[in-house]
């Protein structure tokens, strides 16, 4: 078995390591020494009774996994590749309610009824209501920030329009819009100690939210409005979601729509800041290639995991039925194969064939052309109000064993 040559104990899913840095140089020392490996841990460290994963870092092998859910399960472990040891088993299974969570063919039964919410006519449709938000979200920052030497651009900026954009899609009032944010992020910050949150708070949060839910479910089948809710749950049965599957879809929604997409938008304004030329582009051009380049350098889900489902090969590594397989997009996102100079954040990249939406295959991003909408809007209206942002301060980084997010970015007007 090949090992890289990092330092003993070192693990990719390591809270602490994430909340430091993305840690680019072991990835890629990775990729060229052993691009498929074993990452021992203590047993049950990371909350699945065994003694560790296999790191994958090389794009292909990571869409290789993704595109082949008969060999490897989103079900069995979940996607989430490291939880709190003290997770119960019964709390693990429980996340197989979510479609991130499942196997075809009960994914491909979910995946086809909620895709309606997300046909290109649906997106265009939120277009016209998402600019005016982004334009007022950014005036209102502006504003805000009067005679202040500089303000917090996530809080301020960042977090706004993905909530907007998802409580506008499922049709959520705009007075409860705030509780729903507030239970996303319990829901995914409970690896940070500022947030002093446990498992259990994690865990009510998401119940929380599946049960506003099936609430909001079932006054819309009472009456019916025009919104993806009617749509997904009019009249429960074949081809249609039952209330507590909604509840779980918003689950979804409430962190893989909400969370990255912000994590994005704040990473993609750290790195205009810190690459003035590509501000200046940006301003000058507004290329429709930005997105896709701000989601490849921000890599927000740094990893997700599979379970391998009966024994197989990858990248020449025998993986045995039942072992965990780390699928580690932030290195994928960097791989030299695919990307010329990929250390470079270049926002004409084109071809871009980064894995920032997932490697293809069943769990490809359903959202992906509203997360594109929403980082084009924010950051037209960023610059247009906000042309001449300049850094404060370092980002200040969440304490995650999967995201790559940022707390605080002080920026001054």
């Known amino acids: 078995m090949r090992c890289p040559h990092l330092p003993e104990g070192f693990d990719f899913t390591d809270p602490d390591l994430l909340q430091d840095r993305v840690p680019y140089p072991e990835f890629a020392e990775a990729r060229q ?52 040891q003290n997770i119960t088993r019964e709390q693990i299974e429980v996340q197989r309610l979510i479609m991130l969570n499942m196997d075809p063919p009960e994914h491909t039964r979910v995946r086809q009824i909620v895709q309606r919410g997300f046909t290109p006519r649906a997106i265009r449709s939120l277009e016209s209501a998402l600019r005016d938000r982004a334009r007022r979200i950014v005036d209102t920052a502006l504003a805000a920030s009067e005679g202040r030497d500089s303000f917090d651009f996530v809080t301020n900026i960042a977090v706004e329009l993905p909530l907007q954009a998802i409580a506008e899609l499922i049709g959520v009032p705009q007075e409860d819009r705030t509780k729903i944010f507030d239970w996303s992020n319990k829901m995914a910050a409970y690896d940070d100690p500022e947030y002093a949150l446990t498992e259990e708070i994690s865990s ?77 582009l940006y301003k000058r051009e507004r290329p429709e290639t930005a997105a896709e380049e701000i989601v490849r350098w921000a890599t927000p889900v740094v990893s997700f995991q599979r379970t391998a489902v009966q024994d197989t090969e990858l990248g020449g590594e025998k993986i045995k039925a039942g072992d965990r397989v780390g699928l580690f997009y932030s290195s994928a996102n960097n791989d030299p194969e695919l990307f010329d100079e990929p250390e ?27 997360a594109v909408l929403e980082i084009n809007l924010i950051f037209n209206a960023i610059a247009d109000a906000l042309p001449n942002l300049t850094l404060a301060g370092d980002p200040r980084r969440l304490r995650s064993a999967w995201l ?10």
């Not at 069943?362 to 509203?370: Q, R, T, V």
């Open 33 to 84: 020494t052993a691009p498929v490996f074993w990452c021992s841990q203590p047993h049950g460290l990371a909350g699945f009774g065994d003694d560790g994963y296999w790191v994958v870092t090389r794009h292909a092998d990571v869409k290789y996994v993704s595109t082949h859910p008969e060999l490897f399960s989103s079900t069995t472990n979940t996607a989430i590749i490291r939880f709190n």
């Open 204 to 280: 009510e949060a998401a119940m929380e939210i599946v049960s506003y839910a099936m609430n909001l479910a079932a006054a819309r089948k009472e009456c019916p409005a025009k919104d993806i809710v009617s749509t997904l749950v009019a009249a429960e049965g074949e081809g249609n979601l039952l209330a507590d599957e909604f509840g779980f879809f918003v689950i979804l929604l409430a962190v893989a729509g909400n969370e990255t997409t912000r994590n994005a938008i704040s990473h993609g304004m750290h790195a205009f800041l810190t690459h003035p030329d590509q501000w200046e």
């Open 344 to 370: 470079r954040f270049d926002i004409l990249r084109d071809p871009n064939p980064h894995l920032g939406f997932g490697g293809g295959g069943p769990h490809f991003c359903l959202g992906k052309s509203l």
């Open 404 to 413: 790559n997010g940022i707390k605080e970015l002080q920026v001054t007007p």
